[in-house]
């Protein structure tokens, strides 16, 4: 059985497919020699010439292993699909292709998961990005700290090492929308954390914008946890009942004074304001939870590999070892 795998999912990443590969190779054959690895790369069905560059890398090296969907799937799904597809004893979710997350750390990773740990979270400690987004990442990964039923560190992402008797219960819920993250974290509490920097990629846009962005946290935030329902919940009642008494003061108001009426009207009017976006800001958060269900049940049909490489190859050379 394979030691480690590697996953990578991209998408039109054609520039940097070639340094990935290598760079890994080298640190894998300088750091952990004699451990056997595959590195995965689930192809979101590139539009540029990203699926031609795997070819070529695959045929090169026999451990490095390619997915191509039939349409693209999105990050998590992506993934998703290589932990689908891995067959490590240990898993590295996600190295990116744009080496962000520097393969330099996956000896670190490895010699904590020897220790025993089942999972070695990366801690991104520094970011190489501009001062608002990691403004905007530290206050929403305290906000995921905070709330999430499991332990997940702080400025984690799913560039960690897994043990594999973490991944098959993953791979076995079949998430549609898998926050990959929030469920290695909510798996076990034996795990460890590897700080290092998190760097600037150097060819290439993200493939990420904002909206895409937005809806992965979104995802993660109420998959992770209940506690949004419950508060809504408890301030829901809270506010009806502060209604009530609004309404029974203005009804005494109204038996006393004519004039006590008269004078309500503005308030009930800001008030029932602020109740209404109340509402409709309650509402379109259980709207959030209703889509995250409708998506575990009703379906879209899954993807289906276009084409796969190397797989049968490489297991045969590990079942003649």
């Not at 409708?294 to 297991?315: A, G, M, T, W, Y």
Request: proline share 5%; hydrophobic share 40%.
């Amino acid at each position: 059985m394979i030691e480690l795998s590697i996953i990578t999912p991209c998408y039109n990443e054609e520039g940097n497919l070639t340094l990935c590969v290598e760079r890994t190779l080298e640190v894998m054959t300088k750091e952990l020699p004699g451990v056997s690895f595959e590195h995965i790369f689930c192809d979101n069905y590139s539009i540029d010439g990203s699926f031609n560059e795997l070819k070529k890398l695959s045929a090169r090296y026999s451990h490095v292993k390619v997915i191509r969907n039939s349409r693209n799937i999105g990050p998590f799904r992506n993934m998703y699909r290589g932990l689908e597809a891995s067959t490590g004893k240990a898993i590295i979710p996600m190295l990116p292709a744009d080496l962000q997350d520097p393969p330099e750390v996956i000896p670190l990773f490895y010699k904590e998961w020897k220790k025993g740990f089942h999972v070695v979270f990366g801690e991104r400690t520094n970011r190489k990005e501009s001062f608002l987004m990691r403004i905007l990442r530290s206050i929403y990964y305290r906000i995921i700290r905070r709330f999430a039923e499991g332990e997940i560190p702080m400025n984690s992402g799913e560039f960690m090492l897994i043990d594999r008797s973490v991944a098959d219960p993953i791979i076995a819920l079949d998430d549609n929308y898998p926050y990959i993250r929030g469920l290695v974290a909510q798996s076990t509490t034996n795990s460890s954390s590897i700080p290092y920097t998190w760097g600037k990629r150097v060819i290439g846009k993200s493939k990420n914008n904002f909206f895409s962005l937005l809806d992965q946290a979104i995802n993660g935030f109420i998959s992770t946890s209940r506690v949004p329902a419950r508060i809504m919940l408890v301030t829901g009642f809270m506010i009806s009942f502060l209604g009530i008494l609004g309404g029974v003061v203005s009804f005494i108001l109204a038996l006393i004074s004519n004039q006590g009426v008269q004078r309500g009207v503005p308030t009930l009017i800001v008030i029932l304001f602020i109740f209404g976006g109340l509402q409709l800001f309650f509402i379109g958060l259980v709207g959030e939870y209703v889509i995250s269900i409708h998506s575990q049940v009703r379906r879209l049909p899954r993807s289906f590999d276009l084409e796969s490489i190397n797989f049968e190859k490489l297991d045969n050379e590990n079942r003649n070892e």
